[in-house]
């Protein structure tokens, strides 16, 4: 499964990597397997998020912050191995409490004696219910914590196109549902065939017809959504400039990333004002500073003077005594519009989780001396061309911030990142992240970064335009504002509580059923 993800990006493998983990955890039922099966799911998990997750080391070395060199790899490696068994800790749980509905229900058979244990194919159909069921509730918890990133259901993105339009019905957890239940059906086949229980031999054929036919269904149904035709309305067309500034983090927060940094945004701002767009869009923290001084001091405020274009600038904010990693709508008269606050900070990057215990193990790794404050959760981002949906670098992650602004009137999605941090495989993550949220909101999306990859995405996921890594670059495009709602959007992710609440009706219906 981790070879799923960029940088090997073979996202076929995900609908049978799950196999091998079902098969070994149902298979083993006493105490002794029990205590096997979390090291089974550990290695697994492990193995998964460990190889997709592997890109954070890239944050070494860190010596251009003055971290020594040993200090800065005992940092890359620490963080790696905190998220990697956080991650693997989900496959844990996911692992015991298969396990437990396991052993329950074949004590309760065994008591009763009654024919659910001869119904093998009624039997299996409701062990991947439940398994299913189970998978997306976990992830649902995970992703409302403040460590997430690698859902099953990324490893299709940005290829599968035609399986992610099922993220327009109840979000991500659409694409893992049907990860976990093909990979499911495959295992329970695969046991049926080995088994040498009668029935299960018997009905061979149809064990592995379901998976086959269950597949094809899911991606009939995607490729219907996908081809689902959506209107270009010319009154809603956005005409928008990118900027990649292309600085990097070795200089980024010192004098000679500052003058570069002013220099190329100031460049590019006037050379695509010039070119007719409504606005042009910065990355995260294009501008490392505050507000005020740009105002006062900079090049790049002075060509808003005069060239009269809306910017969407990445700078700092202040927030009492802490600063904000800001985006900030500033209009053609050199005002500020509107100003949103990153909300969902990097863990490790940002602010340090139970800094009081972990702050003595490892250094906050920004080289910023102040504290870095969280926005307000319930932000809109109001603009003079509607209102946009927005998310900066780490909270493209995060499905469930992107459905809150598209349910409050968010027309068109914006985000500004940095990826300077890491290794080439991350940025090539985030944009799999972006195109998600794209579809689950069916919204447009234009993607600025420090360094790659900046990007266009269409409502269906569709990449339009993106660019090179670790160049400077300049583009214009054209997005469009959009007023719909997905079913995600309106409802939220319901369909992992009505999985949950069909699988434990339908097994306490079966155990009553056959108990009379």
């Not at 600085?247 to 927060?253: D, G, Q, R």
């Not at 989780?353 to 959760?377: M, T, Y």
């Not at 990449?463 to 670790?470: A, G, L």
Request: aromatic content about 14%; some cysteine; proline content about 4%.
């Amino acid at each position: 499964m981790g070879l799923t993800p960029a940088p090997v990006e073979a996202w076929y493998l995900a609908w049978v990597a799950l196999v091998p983990l079902w098969i070994l955890i149902i298979k083993n039922n006493n105490l002794i397997s029990f205590k096997k099966n979390i090291l089974i799911a550990l290695a697994w998990g492990f193995g998964y998020h460990g190889l997709a997750l592997f890109w954070i080391t890239g944050i070494h070395p860190m010596t251009w912050m003055g971290v020594p060199w040993l200090a800065s790899i005992m940092i890359a490696i620490f963080c790696w191995l905190f998220i990697t068994f956080w991650g693997a800790t989900l496959v844990v749980i996911w692992s015991i409490l298969i396990s437990l509905y396991e052993k329950i229900n074949f004590k309760i058979t065994e008591t009763k004696k009654n024919i659910i244990r001869d119904s093998i194919l009624t039997n299996a159909l409701l062990r991947v219910l439940i398994g299913v069921a189970i998978w997306c509730i976990l992830e649902g918890i995970w992703s409302a914590g403040p460590l997430w990133w690698s859902s099953l259901s990324y490893t299709q993105s940005p290829h599968n196109l035609v399986i992610l339009q099922l993220s327009k019905i109840s979000g991500f957890s659409t694409i893992t549902a049907s990860i976990v239940a093909v990979n499911g059906l495959i295992a329970e086949a695969i046991m049926a065939v080995i088994s040498k229980h009668k029935n299960q031999q018997n009905n061979k054929n149809i064990f592995f017809a379901f998976p086959l036919f269950f597949c094809i269904i899911l991606h009939l149904l995607g490729w219907y959504l996908y081809n689902h035709t959506f209107t270009y309305i010319k009154d809603n067309a956005l005409k928008i400039g990118i900027i990649q500034g292309n600085i990097p983090n070795e200089i980024k927060l010192y004098p000679a990333g500052w003058r570069k940094a002013l220099e190329g945004y100031t460049t590019g701002y006037k050379t695509l004002a010039n070119q007719g767009v409504d606005v042009i869009l910065t990355p995260e923290t294009a501008l490392p500073f505050f507000w005020d001084y740009l105002v006062n001091n900079s090049s790049f405020y002075e060509a808003i003077i005069d060239k009269k274009v809306s910017a969407w600038v990445g700078a700092f904010g202040k927030q009492e005594r802490s600063f904000t990693n800001s985006l900030f709508t500033v209009t053609g008269k050199g005002k500020i519009f509107s100003e949103y606050d990153k909300i969902k900070l990097v863990p490790l990057g940002e602010y340090i989780p139970f800094e009081q215990i972990l702050g003595r193990i490892i250094n906050r790794l920004s080289p910023l001396d102040a504290h870095l404050a969280a926005g307000k959760p319930n932000q809109i981002f109001d603009t003079p061309f509607g209102r946009a949906i927005v998310g900066i670098c780490y909270e493209s992650a995060f499905s469930q911030h992107f459905r809150r602004q598209a349910a409050q009137g968010g027309e068109f999605i914006i985000t500004a990142s940095n990826n300077a941090h890491y290794s080439n495989t991350m940025p090539a993550q985030h944009h799999a992240q972006d195109v998600m949220r794209a579809i689950e909101t069916d919204r447009w999306a234009a993607r600025a970064t420090n360094t790659g990859y900046s990007a266009i995405v269409d409502p269906r996921g569709k990449t339009i335009w993106i660019s090179d890594i670790n160049t400077y670059e300049l583009h214009t495009d054209t997005i469009y504002r959009r007023q719909t709602q997905t079913l995600y959007v309106k409802w939220g992710d319901w369909l992992t509580w009505f999985l949950l609440i069909l699988g434990l009706s339908s097994w306490l219906f079966i155990l009553s059923d056959t108990k009379n």
